[in-house]
């Protein structure tokens, strides 16, 4: 059992770098659950209520969280928040379901509980519908998926997406499908026609409009679920990690992209780190999943989670904040090193921690 190392009244439990996690459950707001793995008691879950101090919205005027270069991010004083003609308003579930923040030892640790999660979430969809889509965004998050290797699960019914996707040729050591390959894809054998890849020979536009197209096709093949108003593909799982900014897949802070309503697949021309031409899935199609994870371990973490987690942010300024599932649920791997600057055991406080509602 993991708990931050600051939160005296938690108690950190012997973990087994080998030791598979057992299954995770929710856990109701406020509450603070141990559970048992199969070999270790080992992690912890803590999680978020839905604390409401602004029923009408966040004010027009709030101050940017500090980046890690040390600049304040922009501020906006104009009735609608954002910055640039950028129109940077959102709408946030009323009635989302609470965030589980899941602490480990280490990151081997979290990346064995991760990988129980996914396979049980997989195992599931199998059973319920015939296949389990993965969208999967690259970094450390596609990293941390060697650990799916060899689980009790049937592969051949995987269909493996791409949360955000970097304009460059398949075999590029920039490319996500190239490390997810690597990682995790061929070794656990993974039918090929069933990995959904950019056309790298198309610019940022034409590749996020062709992208766009195959998520569609898989929808009506029945792989890809989508919502009931059918305006967005829903996911089985989305697992997204988190830049030292806040970003996620490749939507950066206070970016036109990130506050885009519309569109499953955004092209992007300028991302703020190499390569500039991206594509990415837009907010609402991540919301629209029916499981979102998080996965942010190691000690270069802990300052942006904690931003993430205890202070509220100018909608935009941190992107991270946007993904709320509407329909479905949303889970943190982290270890005790990103999970250090936390404090639990006050999340409880709606003065604190206020989840706001954007007035539409």
């Known amino acids: 059992m993991m708990a931050p190392c600051s939160s005296s009244s938690l108690r950190l439990a012997r973990s087994s770098v080998s030791s598979r996690a057992g299954r995770l459950v929710n856990t109701k707001a406020s509450s603070v659950e141990a559970r048992k793995g199969s070999k270790a008691q080992d992690y912890l879950i803590h999680s978020i209520p839905n604390n409401g101090q602004w029923p009408t919205g966040v004010p027009p005027v709030m101050g940017g969280h500090t980046m890690p270069s040390g600049d304040v991010a922009p501020e906006s004083t104009s009735t609608t928040v954002g910055t640039g003609g950028v129109p940077m308003v959102y709408e946030y579930a009323s009635e989302a379901d609470a965030v589980s923040v899941v602490t480990y030892a280490e990151g081997a640790a979290a990346a064995a509980g991760l990988a129980d999660d996914i396979v049980t979430a997989a195992n599931e969809s199998i059973a319920s519908r015939g296949c389990f889509t993965l969208a999967v965004s690259g970094g450390s998050a596609s990293n941390a998926l060697a650990g799916l290797v060899g689980a009790s699960t049937d592969f051949s019914k995987w269909h493996i997406f791409f949360a955000d996707e970097r304009c460059v040729p398949l075999d590029s050591s920039a490319s996500n499908y190239k490390a997810c390959t690597a990682s995790f894809m061929e070794p656990a054998g993974i039918p090929a026609t069933q990995v959904y890849a950019i056309n790298p020979t198309l610019d940022h536009a034409g590749a996020a409009t062709d992208y766009e197209a195959k998520l569609k096709a898989a929808v009506s093949a029945g792989t890809l679920d989508k919502t009931d108003d059918g305006s967005m593909p829903s996911f089985d799982y989305v697992l997204l990690g988190l830049g030292p900014d806040g970003h996620v897949a490749s939507l950066f802070p206070m970016r036109a992209q990130t506050a885009a309503k519309s569109g499953w697949v955004l092209s992007i021309d300028d991302s703020p780190k190499p390569p500039s031409w991206r594509i990415t899935l837009s907010v609402p199609a ?19 989670v904690q931003r993430a987690l205890e202070v509220q942010s100018l909608p935009g300024a941190l992107p991270i904040q946007l993904v709320s599932p509407s329909q479905g649920t949303m889970r943190w791997f982290l270890d005790t090193a990103s999970a250090s600057d936390l404090s639990p055991e006050t999340w409880g406080d709606s003065k604190l921690y206020p989840r706001s509602t954007i007035a539409k």
């Open 286 to 304: 991540i919301n629209a999943s029916k499981k979102v994870s998080i996965w942010a371990v190691g000690e270069s973490k802990a300052e942006i």
